[in-house]
């Protein structure tokens, strides 16, 4: 049977099948009947520098080392671009391609599309992160209009510019490809994060060791860069530690910050209390949400955060448990009545919102209820992953036409 069309898909922010996002997306177009090839940083989880899985081929090229300012930022760009220049050269003479599909961050795989839209192959921009509020939430909102700020919001524009198709993450999102991005509403389609149906098709039983000798347990699951806000989490679990000795809270994740985080939890006294397990397979992540009695998202308000959608929320939601965050737009929209919001950026109400979970069991539960009612009936991705198959129908109707 003929493919609908070759699609090729250009990502760096994490390895495949690593991110599941993109994973998920790949899967339900090669399951369509499109053929599928990815290009995407070596890691963990995906070390082949070749390699065919469910299908899809997978050309991996060795990561740059970590970054940690502004010019390395701009090398790790250059690199990255670089290496998957040479890649997308490759799959064009290999297999061919009617389609470049590319996920930010970088801003950047417009400039290897190019070409190639000249000759007719459609430009799709994936939508996962605003890098202008990505800058500004990382480095400070004061670098408003500064080179580096002003360079990003041009790379946006040129992805905006050259795209054929936005897929937007949510509502938020979309608003921006209109309205800074000068799309029209055609060109714009809504498909939203969300777990796999499949992957938490059952709640797991709770594991009680887990919680280390305590009566309770507070999670959190993420990747911990600065503007992820875990620190808010720390010290809102220095204050819990003072007012009572019946939790416990365990950190899922890594990043940027991973190491200065366990810093500060030895600085606040709370190795006790507090325990960093890195990056662990999904398997233990869910016997850890199973057994939280809290999960929290203490992402602060910032340009970013406030209009990006958090999948961890998700996999909360998906796994029945009741969720403490700040008051950000798009946790209210995915959340809604299944979380306690405190005061954005303040850790003593991000403390005091679970403290009042933890203390009252049916309302726990209730929305524990709430939230796994609403991942199976809106939010898991087999109710989004239609939306991506019908933007894809009518891009390659009109490459066809």
Same mark, same amino acid.
């Given at each position: 049977?003929?493919?609908?069309?070759?699609?090729?898909?250009?990502?760096?922010?994490?390895?495949?099948p690593?991110?599941?996002?993109? @994973?998920?997306?790949?899967?339900?177009?090669?399951?369509a009947?499109?053929?599928?090839?990815?290009?995407?940083?070596?890691?963990e989880?995906?070390?082949?520098?070749?390699?065919?899985?469910?299908?899809?081929?997978?050309?991996?090229?060795?990561?740059?080392p970590?970054?940690?300012?502004?010019?390395?930022?701009? @090398?790790?760009?250059?690199?990255? @671009?670089?290496?998957t220049?040479?890649?997308?050269?490759?799959?064009?003479?290999?297999?061919?391609?009617?389609?470049?599909?590319?996920?930010n961050?970088?801003?950047?795989?417009?400039?290897i599309?190019?070409?190639?839209?000249?000759?007719?192959?459609?430009?799709?921009?994936?939508?996962?992160?605003?890098?202008?509020?990505?800058?500004?939430?990382?480095?400070?909102?004061?670098?408003?209009?500064?080179?580096?700020?002003?360079?990003?919001? @041009?790379?946006?524009?040129?992805?905006?510019?050259?795209?054929?198709?936005?897929?937007?993450?949510?509502?938020?999102?979309?608003?921006?490809?209109?309205?800074?991005?000068?799309?029209?509403?055609?060109?714009? /389609?809504?498909?939203?994060?969300?777990?796999?149906?499949?992957?938490?098709?059952?709640?797991?039983?709770?594991?009680?060791?887990?919680?280390?000798?305590?009566?309770?347990l507070?999670?959190?699951?993420?990747?911990?860069?600065?503007?992820?806000?875990?620190d808010?989490?720390?010290?809102?679990?220095?204050?819990?530690?003072?007012? /009572?000795?019946?939790?416990?809270?365990?950190?899922?994740?890594?990043?940027?910050?991973?190491?200065?985080?366990?810093?500060?939890?030895?600085?606040?006294?709370?190795?006790?209390?507090?325990?960093?397990?890195?990056?662990?397979?999904?398997?233990?992540?869910?016997?850890?949400?199973?057994?939280?009695?809290?999960? +929290?998202?203490?992402?602060?308000?910032?340009?970013?955060? =406030?209009?990006?959608?958090?999948?961890?929320?998700?996999?909360?939601?998906?796994?029945?448990?009741?969720?403490?965050?700040?008051?950000?737009?798009?946790?209210?929209?995915?959340?809604?009545?299944?979380?306690?919001?405190?005061?954005?950026?303040?850790?003593? =109400?991000?403390?005091?919102?679970?403290?009042?979970?933890?203390?009252?069991?049916?309302?726990?539960?209730?929305?524990?209820?709430?939230?796994?009612?609403?991942?199976?009936? +809106?939010?898991?991705?087999?109710?989004?992953?239609?939306?991506?198959?019908?933007?894809?129908?009518?891009?390659?109707?009109?490459?066809?036409?």
């Amino acid at each position: 049977m003929a493919s609908l069309g070759r699609i090729l898909h250009l990502s760096e922010n994490l390895t495949l099948p690593f991110d599941r996002r993109v @994973w998920m997306e790949l899967n339900a177009l090669k399951n369509a009947g499109y053929e599928v090839t990815a290009i995407c940083p070596m890691g963990e989880g995906g070390r082949e520098p070749e390699e065919v899985l469910n299908g899809i081929r997978l050309y991996r090229y060795p990561a740059p080392p970590e970054t940690s300012g502004f010019v390395s930022y701009v @090398w790790e760009f250059l690199y990255c @671009w670089l290496q998957t220049l040479a890649l997308t050269l490759r799959v064009f003479a290999r297999h061919g391609f009617d389609v470049i599909h590319t996920a930010n961050p970088p801003d950047t795989f417009w400039a290897i599309a190019l070409p190639f839209k000249l000759a007719g192959v459609k430009f799709v921009f994936d939508h996962h992160d605003l890098c202008p509020e990505l800058y500004l939430s990382r480095f400070g909102e004061e670098r408003a209009g500064s080179l580096p700020h002003r360079l990003l919001q @041009w790379l946006e524009s040129r992805q905006f510019a050259l795209a054929d198709l936005v897929i937007s993450t949510n509502e938020s999102y979309k608003q921006v490809a209109l309205d800074r991005g000068r799309k029209r509403p055609d060109q714009v /389609r809504v498909v939203r994060s969300g777990p796999s149906h499949q992957r938490f098709a059952t709640v797991r039983e709770p594991d009680p060791a887990l919680k280390r000798g305590k009566p309770y347990l507070v999670a959190y699951l993420g990747v911990m860069a600065p503007q992820d806000g875990v620190d808010h989490l720390v010290r809102a679990a220095q204050v819990l530690k003072s007012q /009572r000795s019946d939790v416990s809270f365990t950190f899922i994740g890594a990043g940027d910050s991973f190491e200065d985080l366990k810093a500060l939890s030895r600085s606040l006294g709370l190795e006790d209390v507090c325990h960093f397990t890195g990056r662990v397979p999904d398997a233990e992540v869910e016997r850890v949400l199973a057994t939280a009695d809290v999960c +929290v998202s203490p992402d602060p308000k910032n340009p970013l955060n =406030d209009v990006s959608t958090m999948n961890k929320v998700l996999e909360y939601m998906a796994c029945a448990k009741p969720v403490v965050c700040f008051d950000l737009r798009e946790h209210r929209h995915s959340a809604r009545e299944g979380a306690l919001y405190a005061e954005p950026n303040r850790d003593e =109400d991000l403390a005091a919102c679970i403290a009042q979970l933890l203390d009252d069991a049916p309302l726990r539960e209730r929305l524990g209820a709430i939230n796994r009612q609403r991942f199976l009936d +809106v939010l898991a991705w087999e109710h989004n992953a239609g939306e991506l198959i019908a933007a894809y129908e009518g891009l390659c109707a009109t490459r066809r036409a």
